[in-house]
């Protein structure tokens, strides 16, 4: 037998021509979704169906960033992807890159062409935004006066701060006439200075939102004095509006929570406040009084109280010490006199009186030592031991030498 394969060798070659196949490469395929299994692994498994035959689908996990909704079985779809065949089990199917629900197709064409216009004008530049006020008075709102879109509003600002006004601009959001709407809205909302305008509606179908897709909304927004945020569907949902606006908000209560500060945040953080202020002033009074008390004390250290007190017990100390001095050296010098005398006791005319002894000298106190120096008849005077005899000579007598 020629020409035998291998059912893997089949297989591989009908994948072989498929991958070669141009257009099976880039395709889009429309149906309704049937059998549709979301894998543990985040893969999607399902099948695009019409009236005339079923085709298998697959979307892997990593390309599910790019789906904006959640795929349910009945959903017409149009799925952008390659056909390939499946080699284990021979059978062929579409690997599904990108989903967009059916009659989005075209509007979503032209929300990327305008999405790209825009951005190429520098509409959506960072710098062209404004800050959101942090403390705001009065909070302007276009949307619908009904639905849970406003309502969550209401609820959130008013729980978060009572005290903010809010302003309603009661737009139509969806189908024709919306976007001039929603444009005069944008327009009375900044004549009347709200600090902050919040321009949104509930979630939708790309359809339903397209009115905040319009370029003339998102011009109202981009030359609006006041800073706005836009909260336009779910957190999933984008629209131009989003990109354009100073802020865009996942949802309408998440704007809220934006634009409304939480004034209990505020009364908490004003206590932490006062508390840390009142420590701080007790600590810094305390540390002011310690240098007040140094000052104090040095201030009396310093006074001339203190120094004529001090200079008065140096004084004081002065003359004990002198005194103790001088005491001293009195009972030196008079030791030392008490010497001196008994050596001139010794040494006295007086001692030498006392044991017998007299002084003789002249009526002019000269001591007379000879008889050469005195004559018969003069005058003399003799000193004893205890008193003194006046006398005159008599007589001289002279004493010989050889005695």
Known sequence: MKNVYTVRQVNSYIKNMFTQDFMLS???????????????SGHI????????????CVMFAGYRSGLSFRLQ???????????????????????????????????????EALKKEL??????????????????????IVTAPTGAAVRDIINIAGRRNPFVQLILYPAQVQGDGAAESIIRGIRALEKRKVDVMI????????????????????????????????????????????????????????????????????????????????????????????????????LNYAHPRQKLNENRQYAADLENRLRTLMGNRLEREKHRLAICAERMRGLSPLEKLSRGYSYVQTPQGENIRSVAQVLPDDEIEIYVRDGRISAKVTGLQEQSDDR
């Open 26 to 40: 880039r395709i889009y395929v429309k149906g309704e979704v049937s059998n549709c299994k979301y894998h543990t």
């Open 199 to 298: 321009v949104g509606r509930g979630g939708g179908s790309i359809e339903d939102l397209w009115a905040f897709n319009e370029e003339s909304v998102a011009r109202a927004v981009f030359e609006c004095s006041v800073p706005v945020i836009s909260a336009v569907g779910h957190e999933t949902d984008t629209t131009i509006t989003d990109y354009v606006a100073d802020l865009r908000a996942p949802t309408p209560s998440a704007a809220a929570e934006l634009a409304v500060y939480d004034y209990r945040e505020a009364k908490e953080q004003i206590r932490v406040f006062r508390e840390r202020l009142q420590k701080y002033m007790t600590i810094t009074i305390s540390e002011k009084k310690a240098v007040l008390e140094r000052f104090r004390m040095r």
């Open 119 to 140: 951005f190429e004008m520098g509409m959506f530049a960072p710098e062209y935004k404004q800050p959101i006020p942090k403390y705001i008075r009065t909070l302007g």
């Open 45 to 56: 498994y399902f099948s695009l169906k019409d009236e005339s035959g079923t085709i298998a």
């Open 73 to 111: 079985d009945g959903q017409q779809v149009i799925a952008l992807g390659s056909v390939s065949i499946y080699e284990r089990s021979g059978q062929y199917q579409l690997y599904v890159r990108e989903i967009i629900l059916d009659g989005a197709g075209i509007l979503y064409e032209k929300f």
